[in-house]
């Protein structure tokens, strides 16, 4: 097993920067406080999905946002050594952040892309999204300006209402735009898809409405022989659970990262890879009526042992599980007492015996036999896994397990 460690990966590196020896020293430590990524359970999620799918299928793996708080760069290398043969990412700067690590696969920017900033990508293979016959005449004529061709996929709105055009409400004049768009010769059309807003409850009935209304725009595409060579719709979810809507390429992201999509999706072969590790700064013995963290709002009921964890809301730990979540310590659960801050949180550690700084503190994952789960602070923060991961702030350093590559 190597354990490696990147601080704030993609960052340019001042080769000249008079506070390198500083960084040396500080960074050849692994950090107490840090996210540890399992590549090794990435790259079987990703033989997962991949094995979900027809062989001819491709997929795309979604690591926009820091791929999911796990990292873009470490990620993509490792999904596409592992079945991936598309990266997907929502912004541009996401897309050259990968480049400029020397990924050269193709790359889909899902959200809008100005005209300038997708005639320069075009020259890096990095395909842009197009939502609609304004911004592709837009781009089109940016294109047409600069001697250059842009590759682009087409977004079809099928019922979650965020981007693309939209056959629910008028199939003629969707079908009208796709054509006009379709004429534009600096503009080369390679895809079409579109999302689902669904695909992870139980009940698949929207989901299969919007995949029957995508398949009658295709259809209609198809007897003018204007179907684009990549046709696409599955996210995690629709991957797992909805084959028909796998088409020529699917896009999972929460699931490479091991978690599963939704209560509707069963996903026990997949591996959560993602843990928030950090350690004790300081253990104090306080007695009864002790007030802990800002506004007082827990006072010890009893003699206590009081940990001081450094991680906090700046690190994307919510504020919301003040008094309530859970961190492990030599595997037993310790609860958070009082208010989560900005840098610190406090934990009870009363019950465990020979509790002292630089203990290690598992705040998300598995020590031993229990397992605080992105699930479990999520739901003790009225919100989603996803959001639990993907919040994690750039202040973490990200460090990554794999095996020793085989010799
Ligand atoms: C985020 C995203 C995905 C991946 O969704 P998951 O639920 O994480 O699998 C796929 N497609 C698009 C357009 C997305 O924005």
């Known amino acids: 097993m190597t354990l490696f460690y990147?601080?704030?990966?993609?960052?340019?590196?001042?080769?000249a920067s008079p506070v390198?020896?500083?960084k040396r020293a500080l960074f050849s430590r692994v950090p107490a406080t840090r996210i540890e990524v399992d590549l090794d359970a990435i790259a079987a999620n990703t033989r997962v999905l991949k094995q979900a799918c027809a062989p001819q299928t491709s997929l795309m793996a979604v690591v926009?946002?820091?791929?999911?708080?796990?990292?873009?760069?470490?990620?993509?290398?490792?999904?596409l050594s592992h079945g991936a043969a598309w990266l997907g990412v929502a912004r541009m700067a996401e897309a050259v952040q990968?480049?400029?690590?020397?990924?050269?696969?193709s790359i889909l920017v899902f959200g809008n892309t100005l005209p300038d900033r997708a005639v320069a990508a075009a020259e890096h293979g990095i395909r842009i999204t197009l939502?609609?016959?304004?911004?592709?005449?837009?781009?089109?004529?940016?294109?047409?300006?600069?001697?250059?061709?842009?590759?682009?996929?087409?977004?079809?709105?099928?019922?979650?209402g965020r981007l693309g055009l939209c056959p629910g409400l008028d199939m003629d004049r969707t079908l009208a735009d796709i054509r006009s768009i379709m004429q534009l010769d600096h503009l080369k059309i390679e895809g079409i898809y579109t999302h689902f807003a669904n695909a992870d409850a139980a009940d698949k009935t929207h989901a299969r409405q919007q995949l029957a209304l995508f398949s009658e725009l295709l259809d209609h595409l198809d007897a003018d022989h204007l179907l684009p060579r990549i046709i696409h719709a599955a996210n995690s979810a629709a991957t797992l659970t909805l084959p028909e809507s796998h088409l020529t390429l699917v896009r999972p992201g929460i699931s490479l990262?091991?978690?599963?999509?939704?209560?509707?999706?069963?996903?026990?072969?997949l591996t959560p890879a993602l843990s928030l590790i950090s350690e004790i700064t300081q253990v104090k013995q306080v007695p009864k009526g002790f007030p802990v963290s800002y506004g007082s709002t827990h006072v010890t009921g009893r003699p206590?042992?009081?940990a001081t964890v450094p991680v906090g809301y700046a690190d994307g730990y919510s504020r919301n599980l003040s008094n309530t979540a859970h961190m492990l310590v030599k595997g037993q659960r310790a609860r958070v007492t009082g208010r989560v801050c900005m840098d610190f949180t406090m934990i009870d550690v009363s019950h465990i015996p020979e509790v002292g700084p630089g203990d290690e503190v598992v705040v998300m994952g598995t020590q031993g036999d229990d397992t605080v789960s992105a699930?479990?602070?999520a739901s003790l923060s009225s919100t989603i896994h996803y959001e639990v991961t993907a919040g994690l702030t750039s202040r973490l350093p990200v460090c990554y397990r794999k095996k020793e590559p085989a010799p």
């Open 304 to 306: 206590t042992v009081i």
């Open 20 to 22: 390198r020896p500083l």
């Open 257 to 269: 990262y091991g978690l599963c999509p939704g209560p509707g999706v069963d996903s026990p072969q």
């Open 6 to 15: 990147s601080h704030a990966p993609g960052r340019t590196h001042a080769m």
């Open 98 to 105: 990968l480049r400029d690590a020397g990924i050269d696969v």
């Open 64 to 79: 926009k946002a820091n791929a999911y708080g796990h990292g873009a760069v470490h990620v993509a290398q490792t999904v």
């Open 375 to 377: 699930d479990e602070l």
């Open 131 to 160: 939502t609609g016959p304004e911004t592709a005449r837009t781009i089109h004529a940016a294109a047409r300006a600069a001697g250059t061709v842009v590759t682009a996929h087409i977004k079809i709105d099928t019922g979650m």
